[in-house]
């Protein structure tokens, strides 16, 4: 399970077994059952978790009560509440199992010691922030393009092993599209 | 103006007179009329933009052809295709003055270089990627919330100095309401 961390963060920078075993020690483990919540909507959430098995779902619960999905998380990605961990509010957004989820966590207060110490972690940290921007600006434009066909390529292009894994009801949720219209779209 | 960009990085760093001469070689200038793009969709975006003076739009053209507005850049902040600059992909955003717009910038590579040779830069852009994350997660959170009152309390909350500058169909553009909307809104 350390090797699956040390191979992700190696993907960025090169690290000898030292500095990974120093990189590691900033980090604690938790799992989590099928439905249980990593990060609930109203608290704080201070942690940021990669997963190294199981799959999750990030969601805001709009002002009528309707869930609105954001992403998708599985092996090896990256899940927290960005604007709660990097500025200390509450969390404006769920996330929630939807299989039983192990994680390694790193506080923000950790990551922080952590890269004045080791400074090439800024980079990877650095980059992988990068990522997750792109992630949510490739959401902004979905959420905006009228086009449900579209919506449903960039799904398939995102996460091309979960269509199996995730209820219909949910990818129905995520595209922003009823149910009879995903069915259309996945038969096109 | 080297003042404005100086005192801006200080905000989350501290550097020496000489340390900053030597950031800001690395950047260059640019000015653009009221009108022109900073980016254009489809081309290259390599640069990471600095706005002086002046303000700017950043949109995307859904598929229809209409014009769905991301953010809105002013004074000290930076406008950039987070994607196409992260990726080296083509643009899929536009930015476009609102007013004549002077901005610094710098490119992708450039930097690289810098983070490589005064690190302490890395912890800068990384702390402003984290901060344009957050900036995207309130537009979502915006787009998928149905409630246009809480959006248009958003965006005064988000651009308090902006509503004189900003044309009233671009606002209800952002909001994603009607012109008619919007005049109800600002007058509740």
Request: hydrophobic share 35%; glycine share 4%; aromatic share 12%.
């Amino acid at each position: 399970m350390k090797q699956q961390l040390k191979q992700h963060i190696e993907k960025t920078i090169a690290l000898s077994d030292r500095e990974f075993d120093f990189v590691f020690s900033h980090f604690d483990q938790k799992s989590f059952l099928k439905h249980q919540f990593i990060i609930q909507e109203g608290n704080y959430a201070h942690n940021d978790y990669f997963i190294l098995k199981g799959l999750v779902k990030s969601s805001h619960i709009g002002e009528e009560g309707k869930e609105h999905i954001l992403q998708f998380g599985t092996e090896s990605s990256w899940v927290s509440d960005p604007q709660a961990y990097h500025t200390h509010a509450k969390a404006t957004l769920n996330i929630q199992c939807l299989e039983d989820t192990q994680t390694y966590f790193i506080s923000f207060q950790e990551k922080e010691k952590l890269c004045a110490d080791l400074t090439k972690m800024e980079k990877f940290f650095s980059k992988k922030t990068s990522l997750e921007q792109i992630t949510l600006q490739r959401r902004i434009l979905c959420l905006i393009s009228n086009n449900a066909q579209n919506r449903y390529e960039d799904f398939l292009r995102q996460y091309p092993n979960l269509i199996q894994r995730i209820p219909k009801t949910m990818i129905a949720s995520y595209l922003g599209v009823s149910r009879e219209t995903l069915s259309r779209l996945s038969h096109a």
